[in-house]
């Protein structure tokens, strides 16, 4: 059982010419497994170049609008077995269902609008897709929300609270963890947009392999205006069995356990 590091960055402050190897040599350097990465502004001519300098293992997701578009990697040491691809919302929500250690994975990809009736939209649109997912597969949200669901990571107004409320109501009904959060529930002063003090970008995982998740950080990401986020989890298709309950008889020979066991079943 490998562990695998998850990063997920918004790379809407890396200069264009520097988006197709600085930022990518950056992030090979780090050793991620797999890398959500938002606001790419590729295209189709963008991809040749790509897989050049990172590998054949890159995924993307288009969008006509300036800020969108998506892009998931998979380290070149790691070869999943990609079972399916959805561009759900093009250029906001890229879908790759994977089968990794045995353990069928559902890699989500989301770059949530800036503008608030569009964000609710896009909220919408998403939990609509997720619903399609199967409930018993190991779910991964990750990337840029453009909201926060607790006033500690986020220092202005929420612009879109219907969006926010939307997205709660995700986390709820997939039962998905922010796994940053939960490993740093008293940090205040951390956040990943660099120019507001916001949590912004996360890495949801299915609160069902919480235990599998063993740290998480936010660091500097040179090029951007956003931090980098990981998670490094051990993710695999062995879980507890049932547990059956059994009487230890060696109790039979307990003269205190015998004489309390008669003294309550017995009728008065």
């Not at 956040?191 to 500097?220: G, N």
Request: some cysteine; aromatic content about 10%; proline content about 4%.
């Amino acid at each position: 059982m490998t562990p695998l590091t998850i990063a997920t960055l918004n790379t809407w402050g890396c200069r264009m010419a520097l988006r197709g190897s600085q930022v990518l040599s950056f992030l090979r350097e780090g050793g991620y497994s797999v890398v959500f990465l938002q606001e790419t502004h590729t295209d189709l001519t963008a991809e040749d170049s790509w897989r050049l300098e990172w590998g054949d293992r890159v995924y993307f997701s288009y969008s006509m609008v300036r800020q969108a578009g998506v892009a998931t990697l998979f380290s070149p040491d790691l070869r999943p077995e990609v079972l399916g691809v959805a561009k759900a919302v093009p250029g906001c929500l890229l879908h790759l269902r994977v089968r990794m250690e045995g353990l069928m994975v559902n890699l989500v990809n989301v770059y949530a609008p800036t503008s608030g009736v569009e964000r609710l939209q896009f909220c919408q649109q998403a939990s609509a897709f997720l619903g399609t997912l199967n409930s018993h597969e190991c779910l991964v949200l990750g990337g840029d929300f453009n909201t926060t669901l607790e006033e500690r990571d986020h220092s202005g107004t929420e612009q879109s609270l219907a969006a926010a409320n939307t997205l709660r109501e995700i986390v709820e009904h997939h039962s998905l963890v922010d796994i940053w959060r939960d490993h740093h529930t008293d940090d205040t002063s951390t956040f990943t947009f660099v120019r507001v003090e916001a949590h912004w970008s996360c890495i949801y995982l299915s609160c069902f392999h919480l235990s599998q998740a063993h740290s998480s950080s936010i660091r500097p990401a040179p090029f951007s205006d956003h931090h980098l986020a990981t998670v490094t989890a051990s993710l695999c298709a062995e879980r507890p069995g049932p547990a059956y309950w059994h009487f230890n008889n060696s109790l039979l020979e307990d003269e205190g356990f015998v004489t309390s066991f008669w003294e309550f079943w017995l009728p008065e």
